[in-house]
């Protein structure tokens, strides 16, 4: 069964807040699942506090990002939003670092995929619909996120160096399916 997941793009002054996460120590967006009883905007905001401390306020609907592979497939939901309140902290157990990255220092690695959905929310598209499809030779046929995590302590690498691995051969098919348009003005 497909999930739903939001990402969340916090731009401020020309950078952009991305973290670390604990589990594979890549970069990625605020991201997280939307829970039972809560609107898909309800959840980027609670993801986001979560994760980074910040409250924010969402300014943009980038698009929607369908990611299909051998692991579990996901829909996310990707908003561009401004901080209003709080105090940048990571989520312990979830995040490792919370830190602000100029649009052209973006960090390695990120995740799989969000290259893209930053590109997207830093240049001003709006409406997209993006297929994403990763074909990972590495990986059994179909894995749960329970699995992989088995597989990565198993695996006697460090967590990134399992997930460089796992992507190492993986190819990436992106078919934007939606362009959306490009706003000339942002937060």
Known sequence: MSGVAVNVAIIHDGKILLTKREDFEIWILPSGGVEDGESIAQAAIRE??????????????????????????????????????GEIKRQEGETIAVEWF??????????AGHKRRIEDAISGVSGAAVLQEFHLPEMPQEVTRKELITLRDNSGLSRQDFYLRMFEHAELIETTEVPGILKTHDQ
């Open 102 to 111: 100029a649009f052209d220092e973006i960090p390695s690695p990120l995740s």
């Open 48 to 85: 986001t506090k979560e994760e980074t401390g910040l409250d924010v306020e969402l300014t943009r609907l980038v698009g929607v990002y369908s990611r299909l592979s051998n692991m579990s497939p996901v829909h996310a939901i990707l908003f561009t939003a401004r901080p209003i309140g």
